[in-house]
T-cell receptor, first 115, second 111 residues
Framework: KAGVTQTPRYLIKTRGQQVTLSCSPI?????VSWYQQTPGQGLQFLFE???????NKGNFPGRFSGRQFSNSRSEMNVSTLELGDSALYLC??????????????FGSGTQLSVL | GQNIDQPTEMTATEGAIVQINCTYQ??????LFWYQQHAGEAPTFLSY????GLEEKGRFSSFLSRSKGYSYLLLKELQMKDSASYLC????????????FGKGTRLHILP
């Protein structure tokens, strides 16, 4: 069974641009969560999607948004990029919503650099 | 709010035992996870505790005390490949079961 796939692996953008990151969960998994990872702050929760609905949201500005498609694939979008958005963006999937004791399976992430 | 604290870095010797502590404050505790993350790679699941006590899985064990808001990950017979970051994460039912991660402990193994 293929793992969680994130594309692209690396991305370089300039301030003010927008970016879209993609995540394909493990086949059969319906929940997709997104995290931002930086050396200083660790893993910070962005949002969780379950069956195409945003179930949970972290404390990030509205420039960060996401969606989930009927095949459970998810995208996240960051508009008007800032230097501080440079980070590793990790996607994680689980079979059911994270409200159960389901563990998260992570992708390798997208390393975003904003210049 | 929610606070998860773990040491930033630790160093141990190959073949030894190391204990990585994690303390948390949350009003809606609903489970604690430990993940391992090698540099440049995805975090991978190690253990899950929701009841007090010790969960053993090979060389790795995880302990939980809910009354103390405390967990530890115990790694025995350390190997060089155990050099990684170890992430403690707590699920909070008062926050719609979000899984919130600590900043991680970077473990260095010396030969």
């Amino acid at each position: 069974k293929a793992g969680v796939t994130q594309t692209p692996r690396y991305l370089i953008k300039t301030r003010g641009q927008q970016v879209t990151l993609s995540c394909s969960p493990i086949s059969g998994h319906r929940s997709v969560s997104w995290y931002q990872q930086t050396p200083g702050q660790g893993l910070q929760f962005l949002f969780e999607y379950f069956s195409e609905t945003q179930r949970n949201k972290g404390n990030f500005p509205g420039r960060f948004s996401g969606r989930q498609f009927s095949n459970s694939r998810s995208e996240m979008n960051v508009s008007t990029l800032e230097l501080g958005d440079s980070a590793l963006y990790l996607c994680a999937s689980s079979l059911e919503s994270v409200g159960t004791n389901e563990k998260l399976f992570f992708g390798s992430g997208t390393q975003l650099s904003v210049l | 709010g929610q606070n998860i604290d773990q040491p930033t870095e630790m160093t141990a010797t190959e073949g030894a035992i190391v204990q990585i502590n994690c303390t948390y404050q949350t009003s809606g505790f609903n489970g604690l996870f430990w993940y391992q993350q090698h540099a440049g790679e995805a975090p991978t699941f190690l253990s899950y505790n929701v009841l007090d006590g010790l969960e053993e899985k090979g060389r790795f064990s995880s302990f939980l005390s809910r009354s103390k808001g405390y967990s530890y990950l115990l790694l025995k017979e350390l190997q060089m490949k155990d050099s990684a970051s170890y992430l403690c994460a707590v699920r909070d039912w008062r926050r719609d079961d979000k899984i919130i991660f600590g900043k991680g402990t970077r473990l260095h193994i010396l030969p």
